[in-house]
């Protein structure tokens, strides 16, 4: 890692956003609740929680679909976000592997290429340049867990600083609101 490629996008009080160079980023947050154990679900289905929680303003299309306890592939079609900077709608589809340690879960991500287009219901939609993606989920205690997302774009991509601020705002809030939806359930 070079020093002088860092750099923080967004540092708020429940998250953390760093661009570690011109095509890797790096996301950090915490969730706590001292009502559930987060170790039973925090696993593939975490994914339909994110996914129910955001549907209203940032996915307009979504599936998963099971090959076993660890593995699956999600298809995520965001809303048009920048329809109006004339960039095309974008969307993700995902090979994930579910692994569980110790202390410790993680997601790893690649992109999957074999969606065919006649299976977008917005065929001029662009498949995100994802290469990888790495969740390290590690539990400090059975209700508390630190969140670091490692994701990698393919190639050299300098994403202009408005599309990589509103891409960070997005990511922001997909997950803060999941993490204020689990940090609130049991709570009266």
Known sequence: ????????????KDY?????????????????NKNILLEKIINLDFIKIIHEINKADIFEDFY???HSEGAATFFILFKHF?????????????DIIFEQHDKKSIFKTTT??????????????????ISDVTTVCNFINPHKVSIKTT??????????????RLSTT???????RTKQFIEKIGIV
Do not use: C, W
């Open 151 to 164: 994701t990698n774009f393919y190639g050299n991509r300098e994403f202009p600083d408005f599309v990589e």
């Open 112 to 129: 999957n290429n074999n969606l065919p287009k006649s299976n977008l219901k917005t065929p001029a939609a662009e498949l995100l340049p």
């Open 1 to 12: 890692m070079n020093a002088t490629e860092i750099k923080v996008i967004m540092d708020k």
């Open 16 to 32: 953390k956003m760093t661009r570690i160079n011109k095509n890797s980023y790096e996301f950090e947050y915490e969730i706590e």
């Open 64 to 66: 998963i679909e099971r």
């Open 170 to 176: 997005i990511i922001g809030k997909i997950f803060l």
């Open 82 to 94: 920048f329809n109006d900077f004339g960039l095309t709608q974008k969307y993700a589809h995902l």
